[in-house]
């Protein structure tokens, strides 16, 4: 069964940081590319970013350019987001989310099949 | 960035009626498009993707179509575990989503 499970989400005050972490079991976490979806409280989703399943090629909505890295070890099947610089219209759950199809690379459609719980991060002063 | 428009944003609908949503995109994205249902409470859930391709498990009342820039998800008779809001999310590009529909009593 495949099992996503978030945790590092929290409360931060304006331009703080935080690393959100996402274990992955069930399949075979090399193979796939994974993603990271955001959804601001009452609102609808949006995407954060995206790995490769190699962990080499990263993407990152222009919202979030420059201020969060996304990255794996799949030595421990997990996968982070590091945030930083954090403002309060970063403040969502934060979702991890396995691409529906293995491989492909960097160019992996982002096709979500399974997602996790998602995790609470808030952004308040 | 590719922008998604879904129609309507909200519907009432009853058991058994027949629901249409459309997913209406800035520029063409061939068939790179996906839907997904989500309860109050619960994750998303991928139902369809590549605009037609029926997940396993997903009951064959869900239907999508189209393709370009016009896209459709119909439930041929709603149940009552439909009601939620449905996003269409495509792929041509860094993934976007659409507003959400909301589907009421």
């Known amino acids: 069964e495949v099992q996503l499970l978030e945790s590092g989400g929290g409360l931060v005050q304006p331009g703080g940081s935080l690393r959100l972490s996402c274990a992955a079991s069930g399949f075979s976490f090399s193979n796939y590319a994974m993603s990271w979806v955001r959804q601001a409280p009452g609102k609808g989703l949006e995407w954060v970013s995206k790995i490769s399943d190699s962990g080499a090629i990263t993407y990152y909505a222009d919202s979030v350019t420059g201020r969060f890295t996304t990255s794996r070890d799949s030595s421990s099947s997990t996968l982070y987001l590091q945030m930083n610089s954090l403002g309060v219209e970063d403040t969502a759950v934060y979702y991890c989310?396995?691409?529906?199809?293995?491989?492909?690379?960097?160019?992996?459609?982002?096709?979500?099949?399974?997602w996790g719980q998602g995790t609470l991060v808030t952004v308040s002063s | 960035d590719i922008q998604l428009t879904q129609s309507p944003s909200s519907l009432s609908a009853s058991v058994g009626d027949r629901v249409t949503i459309t997913c209406r995109v800035s520029q063409g994205i061939s068939s790179y498009l996906n839907w997904y249902r989500q309860k109050p409470g619960t994750v998303p859930k991928l139902l369809i993707d590549s605009a037609s391709n029926l997940q396993s498990e997903v009951p064959s009342r869900f239907s999508g179509g189209g393709s370009g820039t016009d896209f459709t998800l119909t439930i041929s008779s709603l149940q009552p575990g439909d009601f939620a809001t449905y996003y269409c999310?495509?792929?041509?590009?860094?993934?976007?989503f659409g507003q959400g529909t909301t589907v009421e009593i």
């Open positions: 989310a396995k691409h529906l199809k293995p491989g492909h690379g960097a160019t992996s459609p982002s096709q979500f099949d399974y």
């Open positions: 999310q495509q792929y041509y590009t860094h993934p976007t």
